[in-house]
């Protein structure tokens, strides 16, 4: 079975930090542009970072450029986001997902296959 499945979600006080990861099992994500997403209640989802098959090129929303950084290790067939420096703002469910393709695009309609997502809050 080919999916995707997010962890290391929980609940952080502002100024923290947290890391997720992303495994694949059933494919390898050797060749896919791996993304992350977060959408908040009420709001739609967003692109938050992706990082290309090679892990030489990513991309960041402006709000979290410099507090975010994505990595990924091909060998463990894992995609990392280091999440630094914590807002409430940050609050939402995030999901990673994959797609065919070079392009480092945070465009959600991109991705073709995504995982059930792991839940991220903020909060003192």
């Known amino acids: 079975q080919l999916q995707l499945v997010e962890s290391g979600g929980g609940l952080v006080q502002p100024g923290g930090s947290l890391r997720l990861s992303c495994a694949a099992s059933?494919?390898?994500?050797?060749?896919?542009?791996v993304g992350w997403f977060r959408q908040a209640p009420g709001k739609e989802r967003e692109g938050v970072s992706c990082?290309?098959?090679?892990?030489?090129?990513?991309n960041y929303t402006d709000s979290v450029k410099g507090r975010f950084t994505l990595s990924r290790d091909n060998a463990k067939n894992t995609v990392y986001l280091q999440m630094n420096s914590l807002k409430p703002e940050d609050t939402a469910i995030y999901y990673c997902a994959v797609r065919t393709g070079f392009v480092t695009t945070l465009d959600r309609r991109l991705y073709n296959r995504w995982g059930p997502g792991t839940q991220v809050t903020v909060s003192s």
């Open positions: 990082i290309s098959w090679s892990g030489g090129s990513t």
């Open positions: 059933g494919f390898t994500l050797d060749y896919y542009v």
